[in-house]
């Protein structure tokens, strides 16, 4: 037997209403495909596409300091447009 299912995921927004994988990694508001790798140094998506070591490839963040709000992938189901 083939069924259909639809799963409920929460997505989130930056305070400036941008996608974003995260909004507090304190309290656990994160999205259930964030990944950290390299011992937790570097932001990662389960749906991500291997890169060329073949680890994930690395998510984005906005702002020149490297500190903003990390920014989904164009392969993330979740903002797909």
């Avoid at 989130?12 to 390299?38: K, L």
């Avoid at 070591?53 to 690395?58: A, D, Q, V, Y």
């Amino acid at each position: 037997m083939k069924e259909k299912v639809n799963l409920i995921f929460d997505r989130y927004r930056d305070v400036d209403g941008n996608p974003t994988c995260a909004i507090n990694f304190v309290s656990g508001e994160t999205c259930e495909f964030y990944r950290s790798q390299r011992f937790g140094t570097s932001d990662t998506c389960l749906f991500a596409p291997a890169g060329y070591n073949g680890l994930g490839e690395l998510l984005d963040r906005r702002g020149t300091d490297g500190l903003g709000t990390l920014i989904p992938g164009k392969w993330c189901p979740l903002f797909k447009e």
